[in-house]
């Protein structure tokens, strides 16, 4: 009787699943994740700074994707740290970059418009890429 009960034992731990190795795996993948869509921001508004037609539009594109951006990559890197110092060094840093990101991109703004630099308003239309180069 007692090599029944010996059996059914070893068949009820063997189709149990080790989850111990599926935390550290989540853990990088999530902090990989936000560090890469970070970058995708990033990126995306170093286009905008190079394609958009006027500083007013440039600024807007530069603002808002680094601040975006530059949250998510602080982000992974908090995951990456897990609960320690590090982690609350860089909440508070992603806390300043929040705050002071928006405020620099209004001031500066604030100032371009009261030097006199004025918005392109209208239909904008891209130079052709054979007339870039041409003096007119």
Not at 95 to 120: D, E, R, V, W
Request: cysteine-free.
């Amino acid at each position: 009787m007692s090599v029944i009960f010996a059996a059914a034992e070893a068949g009820n731990t063997a189709s149990q699943v080790d989850w111990s190795g599926l935390l550290p795996l989540i853990i990088n993948g999530a902090s990989i994740t936000s560090i890469f869509a970070g970058l995708f921001f990033v990126l995306g508004g170093t286009l905008g700074v190079l394609r958009l037609p006027d500083f007013f539009t440039r600024l807007h594109a530069a603002g808002m994707t680094d601040t975006l951006g530059a949250e998510l990559i602080l982000l992974g890197l908090m995951i990456q740290a897990g609960p320690s110092q590090m982690t609350l060094k860089l909440l508070l840093v992603g806390l300043f970059l929040f705050m002071t990101s928006p405020t620099a991109t209004h001031a500066i703004a604030n100032a371009a418009y009261q030097a006199g630099l004025k918005p392109m308003l209208g239909n904008y239309k891209a130079p052709d890429p054979s007339d870039i180069g041409k003096e007119t």
